[in-house]
């Protein structure tokens, strides 16, 4: 396997994230948009003290449209058709026109200091055939 030279990008502070409310920064360059969630609860690949962070790439996987968070269903929504992906199951497409789950972004915590890194990413974000340009 090739290990991928990604970035190691300081996107957040655990103490700066409010439960349920996404923050937005671009990871692995300033091209690709992610959202980075603390959920609340403890979910699959969760990093933090409470193993309730996650982030995604939020380009829908399936024409790549914008994703909006709906805090109410505490899910992505795309508007453009209707695609709906689980921030709280790694990023499981749930309906929709799309067929792939959304790119995870890696991240680690730093407990020294409470900053959360972007690492890598799991998962082709759309658009690309690679996920470095
Ligand atoms: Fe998101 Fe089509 S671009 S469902």
Redesign the pocket.
Known sequence: ATTLPYPRNGIAKVAELKVNEPKGFNYPDEDSFCQVLKTGRQVPGGVGPDGDIVAFSTQ??????P?SYDKNARTFK?G????IFDPEMAGQMVD???TENLPRILLEHDAADGTLYAVAVEGLIYGRQCNLL
């Open positions: 829908c996987t399936h024409m790549g449209c994703l795309c453009c058709h209707f695609s929709g026109q799309a």
